[in-house]
């Protein structure tokens, strides 16, 4: 599952004032936000482990234990925080901070549930997937909202302890900045793979059950998807000049497109002759042959030698399709792969 949100930013504190008394309030209010931060941060550095454990293909067992484990962290931080004092009887930063991990937590623990199951039957249709994804959006919505009203409850904090912010990203939020950029162009890309990927799977399986009607739409179907998806493909640019998963992807889904627009032809050809030719031999094969008369023998042989031409064009061109498909597949996995290692930071 591929899954991405940032934590709030790790800040650094200037102190701004003058006097004792003043400067060891200030202090005292240092140590209360720095003692917040730290729970934050520990909970960010847990999270870009798992979030490189998922980017880089780690197993689906290894990838659930560190969710599990990032639920029970997230769980205890929200646990410590709320049993802090409010600050000068004001609790109210300490409570967007409790809300902030209360959310994070039911996300990781019940969201990311009902995303797992998602994956599980992802790829059973195109709309599955894209909600699939939907899903990962919203969660990541979710976490985005309360990361900023908790943001606007600690620079009202800061200000009202004298305390000026100045917003540094460290390295950990850099990383998970990043793994989400590349991964919302990553599911962009994808998705318009995956509809051709998909509409193709229909059509294969109308040849396994010799469908000729199903073939002949879903033929259709993948002749008029492909052309919109490659109409859709050109608007996206390479993400930082790096064009390998858009001319993965177009080079996918020039296949379909010439699978769909040429190469059908003359399987569906195939079918129809082959359906023809077994009814004739469904016919003869039915009768004992001494009752068999010389135009049935006849009748059949000329099926037969109408018949294998077909089947010896077919084999060619099914050979070639069956190829090309292996070798698109396996490009487009190996730079899918390549893509998520180029591009998201690994955790060590």
Not at 93 to 118: A, G, P, Q, T
Not at 195 to 223: F, G, R, S, T
Not at 306 to 326: G, I, M, T
Request: glycine residues 2%.
């Amino acid at each position: 599952m591929k899954k991405f949100h940032t934590l709030p930013l790790a800040v650094l504190l200037l102190i701004i004032i003058s006097g004792t008394t003043a400067h060891a309030q200030q202090n005292k209010a240092l140590f209360y936000m720095d003692k917040i931060n730290k729970e934050l941060n520990a909970i960010m550095v847990d999270t870009w482990d798992y979030t490189s454990e998922v980017a880089h293909g780690k197993s689906a067992r290894m990838v659930e234990i560190k969710r599990k484990d990032l639920v029970r962290t997230s769980k205890m931080a929200m646990e410590r925080v709320s049993k802090m004092q409010p600050y000068n009887g004001s609790s109210q930063y300490r409570d967007s901070v409790v809300s902030f991990l209360n959310i994070n937590y039911l996300v990781l623990k019940e969201d990311y549930e009902k995303i797992l199951n998602m994956e599980e039957i992802a790829e059973q249709s195109y709309d599955k997937m894209e909600a699939y994804l939907l899903a990962q959006e919203l969660a990541d919505a979710k976490l985005d909202s309360a990361s900023e009203r908790m943001e606007e409850q600690e620079r009202i904090f800061a200000a009202s302890n004298h305390i000026n912010l100045i917003e540094n990203q460290d390295k950990v939020a850099k990383k998970l900045e990043k793994a989400g950029a590349v991964m919302k162009y990553y599911h962009q890309v994808y998705l318009i793979f995956f509809k051709c990927y998909k509409q193709e799977a229909y059509l294969l399986d109308a040849m396994i059950k010799d469908d000729i009607n199903a073939m002949e739409q879903n033929k259709n179907a993948l002749d008029e998807v492909s052309v919109k998806s490659l109409e859709k493909l050109k608007t996206i640019p390479p993400y930082k000049n790096d064009k390998n998963l858009t001319n993965a992807c177009k080079n996918s889904l020039d296949f379909y497109h010439a699978e769909a627009s040429v190469k059908m032809e003359t399987i569906i050809d195939f079918y129809m002759q082959k359906e023809k030719f077994m009814k004739i031999k469904k016919s003869l094969d039915s009768k004992p042959q001494s009752t068999r008369s010389r135009e049935d023998v006849d009748q059949y042989n000329s099926a037969l030698a109408e018949y294998n031409p077909y089947l010896s064009r077919f084999n060619k061109v099914n050979n070639e399709v069956n190829r090309d498909r292996s070798r698109i597949l396996d490009d487009w996995n190996k730079t899918v792969k390549n893509f998520l290692d180029k591009h998201v930071p690994r955790y060590k």
